[in-house]
């Protein structure tokens, strides 16, 4: 038991990760130790396998059916599982209705198809395989929590079908919870206090307050070299790094598209926030918001120009974005603006330095326009929203001001700072090796997660102070193994 005063005193911990993904298999493990270090129980729930069309059955590029995909998630097992309790999900109770549970697994269904627009999305995707899923999950959870006496939930992600059943059992039972995911820039681990992974209360709070701080020079120089790394195109750690160079050139640009635009719009996908109530806005679409811009600039749209993201060229689980695609080129040929196709070699650096203004839905593309010297406007909430690097428009009838060009500088390195030093927990103990690789050293301190619930905030005092030890050796998993063979689609 933890022996800070005034602090939580949780007793049990219990870890949920069902799918072994890559980094988060390990990072399960990496917490589960660190809760056993500091004297806590522990336990964890698990899924033994079904024939249930589960999220990851549906949504993984490589599958023969259901059954590798079971044995996927039983060699990703944890690593410790001698070490504690495991509790495995009750496959029965998956026709025991739950309260709201389609809006709970929305963004599920609006994944596997990659939706971009309400008429994309239905309930006949995913069939009852996620319902069954989301419901398994959430009654298991109860009964885990009673058997095991389970008071802190620590799960990954939080919005993926089963996972999203633990959220809510855990809220249900009035059990403290924090969601885990990759850090952006990968070092440390993205623990969010009583919020699934697509939550942005305390990722704002925490903008709030840094982009209102000075920096020391380390920490404004760190922040830079990301940026930098970015703009010039040299990669990084970030899950998808779409700005390494050989993809596209500078060469002929404007040949291959004309005249230079004073707008350009950088669509995102919206299909993971489906339904999330931190990310919504009163737009019906992201065309209605680019329609309200246009009128507000007063600016024709023959000088705005539309880059269709790489990504949507791009297979992610069984799905290419074509519906997207689709949907942005009708919506530009009747409104007559350029297109740039997912596909074309030419690079978004490119067009963000010939344009005047760009215009994003929360995209991280942010970093490169601010630092190229372009203002930005953002259709929908994002990260950044709190920092002050641009403005944000939620919806019709707001107005909207244009930081100077020092300021956007000076609040993105601040954001930068933020989501690199301080949103991740265990920062100084997890070193990224690559984007899908950690390093751990010893030192860490489990009541870092500790003063976060407490404090409700990603900037508890003390947190990342711990001393950094040795390197931790460790053996990879099974599945870790097998991916050295076959790259089993994980992204």
């Known amino acids: 038991m933890t022996n800070l005063r005034g602090y939580p005193q949780y007793r049990h911990v219990g870890v949920a990760q069902i799918y072994p993904w890559r980094p988060h298999a390990f990072q399960r493990d990496y917490l589960l130790t660190l809760a056993r270090q500091s004297g806590l129980e522990t336990s964890e729930l698990m899924c033994k396998g079904s024939l249930e069309k589960c999220y990851d059955k549906q949504y993984q590029t490589v599958g023969f059916g259901s059954v590798d995909h079971c044995v996927k998630c039983r060699l990703g097992r944890s690593a410790t599982a001698r070490s504690h309790r495991q509790f495995a999900i009750d496959w029965s109770t998956r026709d025991i209705p739950v309260e709201g549970e389609e809006q709970a697994i929305i963004s599920n269904r609006a994944a596997l198809v990659r939706a971009e627009v309400a008429s994309d999305v239905g309930p006949r995707i995913g069939g009852r395989g996620l319902l069954h899923a989301y419901r398994a999950g959430y009654h298991s959870t109860v009964r885990w929590i009673e058997s095991c006496g389970v008071d802190l939930v ?11 059943g633990v959220v809510d059992a855990a809220v249900a039972c009035g059990v403290d919870f924090m969601s885990y995911e990759r850090s952006w820039f990968g070092d440390g681990l993205m623990l969010l206090p009583r919020e699934n992974c697509l939550g942005l209360r305390h990722i704002h709070d925490m903008c709030r307050t840094i982009g209102g701080s000075e920096l020391a020079d380390e920490d404004r120089m760190r922040a830079e070299r990301i940026i930098a790394s970015r703009v010039d195109r040299t990669g990084s750690n970030e899950w998808r790094d779409f700005q390494k160079r050989g993809e596209g050139t500078y060469s002929d640009l404007f040949g291959q ?27 019906a679409d992201n065309f209605e918001a680019i329609d309200y811009l246009q009128s507000a600039l007063a600016i024709p749209f023959e000088h705005f120009l539309i880059r269709g993201h790489p990504i949507w060229a791009q297979r992610v689980g069984v799905s290419f974005g074509s519906r997207a695609d689709e949907h942005y080129r009708t919506y530009c040929a009747r409104r007559g603006i350029r297109y740039v196709e997912p596909t074309s070699a030419i690079h978004t650096s490119a067009l963000i330095e010939a344009s005047d203004l760009v215009v994003l839905n929360a995209g991280s593309s ?10 930005v406007i953002s259709l929908a909430a994002s990260t950044y929203q709190t920092v002050g690097v641009c403005p944000t428009l939620l919806g019709p009838g707001q107005t909207f ?17 933020a989501m690199d030093r301080i949103a991740p927990t265990f920062v100084n103990h997890l070193k990224a090796l690559s984007s899908g690789e950690q390093q751990a050293f010893e030192g860490a301190d489990f009541d870092d997660v500790v003063r976060q619930l407490h404090h409700d905030t990603l900037t508890a005092p003390g947190k990342n102070t711990a001393p950094v030890g040795a390197p931790i050796e460790r053996r990879p998993s099974m599945v870790e193994r097998a991916r050295k063979l076959v790259k089993y689609g994980d992204r």
């Open 154 to 164: 620590l799960l990954f992600n939080g919005r993926i079908d089963i996972l999203k």
């Open 366 to 375: 942010v970093m490169e326009a601010v630092w190229r010297g372009k203002p």
């Open 401 to 417: 001001d244009l930081p100077d060009d020092a300021t956007r500088r000076r609040q993105i390195v601040k954001f930068v700072h």
């Open 257 to 283: 598209i004309g005249k230079a635009p004073k707008v350009l719009v950088l669509p995102s996908s919206n299909y993971e926030i489906w339904g999330h109530s931190d990310w919504r806005v009163e737009w």
